[in-house]
C-alpha cells in the first residue's frame, strides 16, 4: 500500500521537466563540459583561451606583440597588436560583433570563413566560455580609429557596446576575474604555470613578442619571451634545462606544405634513454597526440631502416628496428597547421584528421633521407645509439624470459617479504611500499591484514633515469616490486592484471625517505606510467612529532601544527607537554603507525598526479639525471617549499 501511495506521489515525466538553458547559462550549468575540470587547470585555461585569440591574429600575420598580466586580487588582463574584434553589426543577431563573440556559443571569425586560416581557439566559443565563468569581464577594442568598450557580469552584458575615444592603434584587450562561484578550489594563479604555456606559444610563434607579467607582489615581476629560432630554439631549450648532452650539434629541421595544410618538425638525439614528442596544432599542444604524431613515427622508423640498409649498417639477416629503438633518446617538436583541425574532445588534446598522418610521415621520410644522405656522421651516430637499443630490447627480452622460467619454478611466485592481504582483486585492496625491515614489521603488525599488503624495502634501489628497461629485470630491489603489483612493465606493462587498488610509497620524512620516493617515483613514472595517470600511486604521510600531556596526545605532521598542539595542551604555559620527535617510522609502535598513517579513517595521503607529462619528465630528469647544475638550480629555486625533513 506505502508504495502505491510514493507512485501516485511521483511527477509525471513530460514536457515540462524538459530544460532548456539559454545563453551562456548552459556553460555556467556544466563548465567541466567546456573547459574539462573547475580546479586549477581549469582556471589557467581561461588564460590560455584568450591568449589562444590573440595567437591566431598572430598567425594570421596581423600581430607581433602580446602581453598577459596577472593583476592584484588574480585579474587577469590579456592584450594584443591584432586587428581587433570588429565591432561592427553582425547580420544575424543584430548586435555588433563583439559582443556576439563573447555572448553567444559557437561564434567567431573560425568557421570556414575570411577571417582566419588557422585558429588555435576554441573555434567560437573560448572567449564567450570565459566570459560565462567570470566574475566580470571588460573588453576594449582599437580599430585604428576609435576604442570601444564593453562590461559583462557572469556572461551578461551590463550596457551596451561605447565608443570611449579616438585612437589611431590597433588591438585588443580583455580584462576579467574568473567567478569564484565555479572555481570554488582556487581562484589564484600559478606564474610558473602561465609562463610554461606563454614561453611555448613564444617558440612556436618564432618573432612574435609575448610579456607576461605578475603585478600581484611588491615588485613586479616581468618576462619578456621572443625566440627568432622557433622550434628549433624549442628543442635546444629543452636540452639545456635538463642538462643533457646532445648526439649532434645540429638540430635537424625538417618542413612542408600541402595547399592550406603544413607541418614543421625540429629533432635532436640526446644521451638519455627517453624520447620526448611535442605535438602541437594550430599551436595547441595536443597532449595526446594523434594523426600527425602517428605520422612522424611511421617515416622516422620507416627511414631509419631503410638507410641501415642501404648501407648495409643493417645486415640481410637482422631484424628491423623498431620504433621504440629509433626513438630512444629523442626530442621532438612538431608543430602542424591546417584549416579544419578535426579534434577528439572540446579541449583538444588528439587530431583526428587522416590527411596529416600522411603529410607528415611523407616530409619524415622523404627530408629526412636527403638530410642523412648529406650528413652521413649524423647518421651514423643516431643509428649506432638505435642499434644499442635494440641491443638493449634483446637483453631485456631475454632476462624477461629467465624471469618468468624462474617464476615457473618457484613454489609461490610472490616475493617473500610481501606480507599479502586477504582480500583478492585491486577493488578496496591496497599495498604499502615500505622503506626498512623495521618500519616493515610495524606496518605488518598494525595493519588491517583483510585489505593491507605490506611490502619492506630496504637500501637504495636502481635509479632507472640512468638504466635501460634490461638492467630492471634480475634487480633484487624492483623485481620484488613488480612481481607483487602484477602488471608487468615497460611495453608489456597490463594494467588489468593490478593486484592492488592503491600503491602507498611509505618512507621515513628525512632525506633517504624522500630520496627512496623519488627512486621509486621515476621507476614508475618511467616504466609503469599509467600507474600514475589513473591516480593509483599515493604516499603516505607519517607524522613528524607526538605531543603528549597525560592522557591527551595529539600527532602533528609540520613543527607549525606541533607548535598549535603544544598551546592547546599547555595554554599559558601551566603544564608541561611531552614531545617526542620521530626519526623514522621504525620508532613508531604497531598501534600507533596504524593510528596516524594507515587507518583510512584518519591518514591523510597525497595522491600522485600527472597533469603535465612534459612537466614531470623534466623534472625526473634534472633530479635524476648525471648534470649537477640543473639539479642544484632546481633545488634553490624550490628549497622553500621543502618542509619536514630532518636535515
Not at 444 to 455: N, V
Not at 562 to 570: K, M, P, V
Request: aromatic share 8%; glycine share 10%.
Amino acid at each position: 500500500m506505502a508504495e502505491q501511495v510514493n507512485l501516485q506521489q511521483e511527477q509525471e515525466y513530460d514536457g515540462t521537466q524538459i530544460q532548456v538553458l539559454e545563453g551562456l547559462e548552459a556553460v555556467r550549468k556544466r563548465p567541466g563540459m567546456y573547459i574539462s575540470t573547475t580546479g586549477p587547470k581549469g582556471l589557467h585555461h581561461l588564460v590560455y583561451e584568450i591568449v589562444d585569440n590573440s595567437i591566431d591574429e598572430a598567425l594570421a600575420g596581423h600581430c607581433d606583440k602580446i602581453t598577459v598580466e596577472i593583476l592584484p586580487e588574480n585579474i587577469i588582463r590579456v592584450s594584443d597588436n591584432g586587428r581587433g574584434i570588429p565591432v561592427g553589426i553582425q547580420p544575424q543577431t543584430g548586435l555588433p560583433a563583439v559582443t556576439v563573440v563573447f555572448t553567444v556559443l559557437h561564434a567567431g571569425g573560425k568557421f570556414g570563413g575570411s577571417g582566419y586560416k588557422f585558429s588555435g581557439g576554441l573555434h567560437g566559443v573560448g572567449a564567450s566560455v570565459v566570459n560565462a565563468l567570470s566574475e566580470w569581464l571588460e573588453v576594449e577594442v582599437c580599430n585604428g580609429e576609435h576604442r570601444y568598450f564593453q562590461r559583462y557580469e557572469r556572461g551578461d552584458e551590463t550596457g551596451p557596446l561605447k565608443e570611449i575615444g579616438d585612437t589611431n592603434e590597433t588591438g585588443t584587450t580583455v580584462t576579467f576575474k574568473a567567478d569564484a562561484e565555479i572555481f570554488q578550489e582556487t581562484t589564484t594563479y600559478d606564474f610558473d604555470t602561465l609562463l610554461h604555456r606563454m614561453r611555448e606559444q613564444a617558440f612556436l610563434n618564432a618573432g612574435t613578442l609575448i610579456i607576461l607579467k605578475d603585478l600581484r607582489g611588491v615588485e613586479p615581476v616581468v618576462k619578456e619571451l621572443r625566440y627568432e629560432g622557433g622550434i628549433c630554439s624549442f628543442v635546444e631549450y629543452i636540452h639545456q634545462r635538463k642538462g643533457l648532452e646532445t648526439l649532434h650539434d645540429e638540430v635537424i629541421y625538417l618542413s612542408t606544405q600541402d595547399g592550406d595544410s603544413s607541418a614543421e618538425l625540429a629533432l635532436q638525439y640526446n644521451d638519455s634513454y627517453n624520447e620526448l614528442i611535442l605535438s602541437f596544432v594550430n599551436n595547441v599542444h595536443t597532449t595526446d597526440g594523434g594523426t600527425h604524431e602517428e605520422g612522424f613515427k611511421l617515416g622516422l622508423t620507416r627511414v631509419m631502416n631503410d638507410y641501415a640498409r642501404k648501407y648495409n649498417i643493417l645486415k640481410d639477416s637482422d631484424k628491423n628496428l623498431t620504433g621504440e629503438d629509433v626513438r630512444e633518446g629523442l626530442t621532438v617538436v612538431l608543430s602542424v597547421k591546417l584549416t579544419d583541425a578535426q579534434f577528439e574532445s572540446q579541449t583538444k588534446v588528439k587530431l583526428g584528421n587522416t590527411s596529416m598522418r600522411t603529410l607528415v610521415s611523407g616530409m619524415v621520410y622523404e627530408k629526412l633521407m636527403v638530410y642523412f644522405e648529406e650528413n652521413p656522421a649524423v647518421a651514423r651516430a643516431i643509428l649506432d645509439k638505435s642499434l644499442n637499443a635494440a641491443r638493449a630490447r634483446e637483453a631485456a627480452r631475454k632476462a624477461r624470459e629467465v624471469a618468468r622460467r624462474k617464476s615457473a619454478l618457484e613454489s609461490a611466485q610472490l616475493p617473500g617479504k610481501l606480507a599479502d592481504c586477504s582480500q583478492k582483486g585491486a577493488e578496496g585492496t591496497e599495498i604499502y611500499i615500505v622503506e626498512g625491515d623495521s618500519a616493515g614489521g610495524s606496518a605488518k603488525l598494525g595493519r588491517d591484514r583483510k585489505f593491507q599488503a605490506i611490502l619492506p624495502l630496504w637500501g637504495k634501489m636502481l635509479n632507472v633515469e640512468k638504466a635501460r628497461l634490461d638492467k630492471v629485470y634480475g634487480n633484487e630491489k624492483l623485481m620484488p616490486v613488480v612481481t607483487a603489483l602484477g602488471t608487468g612493465l615497460g611495453e608489456e606493462f597490463d594494467l588489468t592484471k593490478l593486484r592492488y587498488g592503491k600503491i602507498i610509497i611509505m618512507a621515513d620524512a628525512d632525506v633517504d625517505g624522500s630520496h627512496i620516493r623519488t627512486l621509486l617515483l621515476t621507476f614508475f613514472f618511467r616504466f609503469m606510467r599509467p600507474l600514475i595517470e589513473e591516480g593509483h600511486v599515493c604516499i603516505a604521510q607519517p607524522p613528524l612529532f607526538k605531543i603528549s600531556r597525560g592522557k591527551q596526545v595529539r600527532y602533528a605532521f609540520s613543527e607549525p601544527e606541533r607548535d598549535q598542539y603544544i598551546r592547546e595542551l599547555c595554554p599559558d604555559g601551566n603544564g608541561k607537554c611531552e614531545i617526542q620527535r620521530y626519526k623514522g617510522l621504525g620508532e613508531m609502535d604497531p598501534e600507533q603507525l596504524w593510528e596516524t598513517t594507515m587507518n583510512p579513517a584518519n591518514r591523510t595521503m597525497l595522491r600522485v598526479s600527472m597533469e603535465d607529462a612534459v612537466k614531470a619528465d623534466e623534472i625526473f630528469t634534472i633530479l635524476m639525471g648525471d648534470k649537477v647544475g640543473p639539479r642544484r638550480e632546481f633545488i634553490e629555486q624550490n628549497a622553500q617549499y621543502v618542509q619536514n625533513l630532518d636535515i
